[in-house]
């Protein structure tokens, strides 16, 4: 009447028993795929970002080490 619970789950291939293919990968949550593309971003447009991070380093140093 009851079937019993699989411990594995295998299947029959040809006559041998064979393990199934790995069940398909989740999908990335929202706030890692946000991630990735803000990563994707920054490493694509590296020239604008590069400048960026020129500018926002000159303005701390300047507001750090500027005339009295």
Same mark, same amino acid.
């Given at each position: 009447?009851?079937?019993?619970?699989? *411990? $594995? @789950?295998? %299947?029959?291939?040809?006559?041998?028993?064979?393990? /199934?293919?790995? &069940?398909?990968?989740?999908?990335?949550?929202?706030?890692?795929? *946000? $991630? @990735?593309? %803000?990563?994707?971003?920054?490493?694509?447009?590296? /020239?604008?970002? &590069?400048?960026?991070?020129?500018?926002?380093?000159?303005?701390?140093? $300047?507001?750090?080490?500027?005339?009295?």
């Amino acid at each position: 009447m009851f079937d019993p619970i699989p *411990q $594995a @789950r295998v %299947v029959r291939s040809a006559g041998q028993l064979v393990a /199934p293919p790995p &069940a398909p990968r989740r999908p990335p949550g929202m706030f890692a795929e *946000q $991630a @990735r593309t %803000v990563l994707a971003v920054a490493i694509g447009m590296w /020239p604008l970002t &590069a400048v960026l991070l020129l500018m926002m380093g000159l303005l701390i140093f $300047a507001g750090n080490y500027g005339a009295p």
